[in-house]
């Protein structure tokens, strides 16, 4: 984690992070539901400077067969980001980051989709990085959550994440970037709004208790922005803009 010199020019004496933004203030974000003309479902968003796309196909038959679970379907989510998606060129074959991630956001979405309805079959999440700003597994599970709804999916409920942090003994919401590295900690939450419920939560760094529950808070009242942004895709897409 940055020293004390780094903390300093992340939070200025009014409380304005290094982008401009207040201490509860998100990035822009911006959600497109659909757009891929051969996926089942589909997203595009843009959450600061990330921009990420997202396809989902299925419910599908498993293969190779012994795969499949007669009881319930199965999730399959793939997080890859592209070679240009950040300033050094990344390798082009899957890093353990990403498989972790894959897997991370396969567990956070499975609470949500209703994977009994659809036995011996599997849905696949591609998740591509076009463009990578700190918080991308945040935004690749907002975005793939309206990929899954756009397909028609059975769900409990939409997934909305964002990230929590600590920067300069202060929390704050959405860490971007530069935060994230130089900042005292990270939490990427994700959250069900409807039922309530916390799919995902990690910390990357050192809370007090306090801390600590301010943090998902923060989180929690995060996600229900990004939740409202995530249904607006969805009614824009099907109902028209500013349809209700």
């Known amino acids: 984690m940055g020293g004390r010199d780094a903390t300093m020019v992340l939070l200025d004496e009014n409380g304005i992070r290094c982008d401009g933004r207040k201490i509860d203030e998100p990035r ?17 968003i843009e959450f600061g400077n990330n921009k990420i796309l997202v396809g989902v196909f299925g419910p599908r ?3 190779p067969k012994h795969m499949s679970n007669t009881d319930t379907g199965i999730l399959r989510v793939r997080y890859h980001m592209e070679p240009f998606s950040v300033d050094e060129r990344k390798r082009p074959a899957p890093s353990r980051r990403e498989i972790e991630i894959s897997k991370v956001i396969k567990e956070a979405l499975e609470p949500a989709v209703m994977l009994e309805k659809f036995p011996r079959t ?9 463009q990578a700003d700190g918080g991308t597994r945040c935004a690749a599970l907002t975005a793939a ?3 899954l709804a756009d397909a028609g999916i059975p769900m409990r409920d939409m997934v909305a994440a964002i990230a929590a942090g600590k920067v300069a003994d202060t929390i704050i919401l959405d860490v971007n970037n530069e935060e994230d590295q130089a900042g005292q900690a990270d939490m ?3 959250y069900m709004p409807s039922l309530e419920k916390i799919t995902l939560l990690q910390l990357d760094g ?5 801390e600590y529950k301010k943090c998902v808070d923060v989180g929690v009242q995060g996600c229900k922005v990004v939740y409202e942004l995530q249904k607006k895709a969805l009614t824009d897409k099907y109902f028209g803009k500013g349809g209700d």
């Open 28 to 44: 822009r974000i911006m959600i497109k539901a659909g757009g891929l003309k051969n996926a089942d479902g589909s997203a595009y």
């Open 188 to 190: 990427p939450v994700g």
């Open 61 to 63: 038959d498993v293969h």
């Open 145 to 147: 959550s309206v990929a």
């Open 206 to 210: 050192v809370l007090t208790p306090e």
């Open 122 to 130: 599997a849905v696949d999440v591609f998740i591509e990085v076009l």
